[in-house]
């Protein structure tokens, strides 16, 4: 995995704005081989939350 020659090995994060009240929430997607990245933003950050946002990567991911 450290060299990244296999595609599918997937980094998922969040991340939370500091700025006003509503803390506005991020999914951040990375996958090692290809460094593709999404950020996709999400209500909280619930695994519920999380979960929409990795079906909605999966999705639009090509075939």
Do not use: N
């Not at 296999?6 to 991020?26: A, I, N, P, Q």
């Not at 909605?56 to 991911?61: D, R």
């Amino acid at each position: 995995m450290k060299k990244r020659e296999e595609f599918g090995y997937w980094e998922l994060d969040t991340m939370v704005s500091s700025r006003g009240k509503s803390k506005g929430c991020f999914a951040t997607i990375v996958e090692r081989k290809t460094r593709f990245y999404a950020a996709i933003k999400i209500k909280d950050r619930t695994k519920d939350s999380m979960l929409k946002a990795i079906k909605q990567l999966v999705v639009q991911m090509p075939k």
